[in-house]
């Protein structure tokens, strides 16, 4: 996701990073602890995010952020379903709608409003590729990106 944010800010996009411990307990630290967790830890090596990280919290459940609850209303499911749930997947109530696991996406627009979503498992290539046929669309980016569609 670096990457991707690295080539395509100055065309106006920005990946934002969401920190949730709801998936596997993957994130179990505090606000403090996730930029060093990420560096030394997972995935480790020195690795700091070039976009923004906001503070831990939930994606789905009761306890579920509002960006969310935006964003899921907006965009349709995506995956059949959530899998085996039982030691892996920590909120209630579970439902079809839910982010499946980490590193989910969602696209949205220079209006705010949400455009696709993908599941945490499609490639970034993908996802890259989709955004820079988005943003050639867009009145204000078309001529500005077209050079970076031809490389």
């Not at 709608?97 to 498992?121: H, M, T």
Request: charged share 25%; hydrophobic share 35%; with cysteine.
């Amino acid at each position: 996701m670096n990457a991707l944010h690295e080539e395509l800010k100055s065309y106006g996009f920005t990946v934002l990073g969401f920190p949730c411990n709801i998936f596997g307990k993957q994130e179990p630290g505090n606000n403090d602890e996730i930029l060093p967790g990420i560096k030394h830890v997972r995935p480790g090596k020195g690795f700091v995010p070039t976009f923004p990280l906001f503070e831990l919290g939930d994606v789905n459940g009761d306890q579920e952020q509002p960006v969310y609850t935006f964003l899921k209303s907006s965009c349709p499911p995506v995956g059949d379903d959530l899998g085996p749930a039982s030691e892996r997947l920590f909120w209630e109530p579970l439902k079809l709608s839910d982010i499946k696991w980490n590193f989910e996406k969602f696209l949205v627009g220079p209006d705010g409003k949400p455009v696709r979503r993908w599941l945490s498992r499609v490639e970034v290539s993908v996802v890259r590729r989709f955004i820079t046929d988005y943003l050639r669309r867009l009145p204000a980016q078309r001529d500005l990106i077209n050079p970076l569609l031809e490389s």
